[in-house]
């Protein structure tokens, strides 16, 4: 079974430039996540989707952040315009069931890490 | 919504049992545990996870307490590829993990 896919792997851009990322979550997983990880922290949640609705936004920052998920499979994460601060590491994440699931398991992709000079 | 603490660090000798603390005393009764690790460079990997009984698979085991305030994960024969940051997570019933910054964990030859 294919894991969760993520590109770019790697994106170096100046500040107050936009970037997006892009991924591809295991077939058939209905809920799909966001996530930021600073450099010797922990993932951050950014936003939960669950088909194409968005089940929990509460951590991305709206004024810079956008994500969508249109036809509730690929999702897309972008930044617009970038700061310093916000190179990272975005993970993408997945996992078959919803919420109120008694039990459940998400599984990451590798990646995408960002560089902002 | 529970959160969880865990000590920065760790190390572990080679081939002995590394046991891995973490403390969320303010769980819900319908909140599972897990526990994911991320080696340099990767994303979280899963491990396990865990409600009100002790869980096993082949990678580990998991202890929760009676009251659920806190659980321990125990890997019984570390290699030195166990070396990562390992995650304690409490699952909101919403389904979202947070995470917290999690335990370093070195295995020393």
């Known amino acids: 079974e294919a894991g969760v896919a993520q590109s770019p792997r790697y994106k170096i851009i100046e500040k107050r430039q936009s970037v997006a990322f892009w991924c591809n979550p295991i077939?058939?997983?209905?809920?799909l996540y966001w996530y930021q990880q600073i450099l010797g922290q922990g993932p951050k949640l950014l936003i939960q989707?669950?088909?194409?609705?968005?089940?929990?936004d509460s951590q991305l920052p709206k004024d810079r952040f956008s994500a969508e998920r249109l036809k509730g499979v690929d999702s897309t994460l972008k930044i617009q315009p970038a700061k310093l601060e916000d190179s990272a590491v975005y993970l993408c994440a997945s996992s078959l069931v919803g919420p109120g699931q008694a039990r459940n398991t998400i599984y990451f992709g590798e990646g995408s890490w960002l560089t902002v000079v | 919504d529970a959160k969880t603490t865990q000590p920065t660090s760790m190390d572990c000798a080679e081939g002995r049992a590394a046991n891995l603390p973490c403390n969320h005393s303010?769980?819900?009764?319908?909140?599972?545990v897990y526990w994911y690790r991320q080696i340099h460079s990767q994303g979280p990997q899963y491990i396990i996870h865990g409600l009100k009984n002790n869980e096993t698979n082949e990678m580990a085991s998991l202890i929760i307490t009676e009251d659920r305030k806190s659980s321990t994960l125990i890997l019984p024969h570390a290699t030195l590829r166990d070396t990562a940051v390992y995650y304690c997570?409490?699952?909101?019933?919403?389904?979202?993990?947070?995470f917290g910054t999690g335990t370093s964990l070195t295995v020393i030859p």
């Open positions: 077939s058939g997983h209905a809920t």
């Open positions: 303010t769980i819900s009764g319908n909140e599972y």
């Open positions: 989707f669950q088909n194409n609705g968005v089940v929990d």
């Open positions: 997570i409490v699952r909101r019933t919403g389904n979202q993990f947070y």
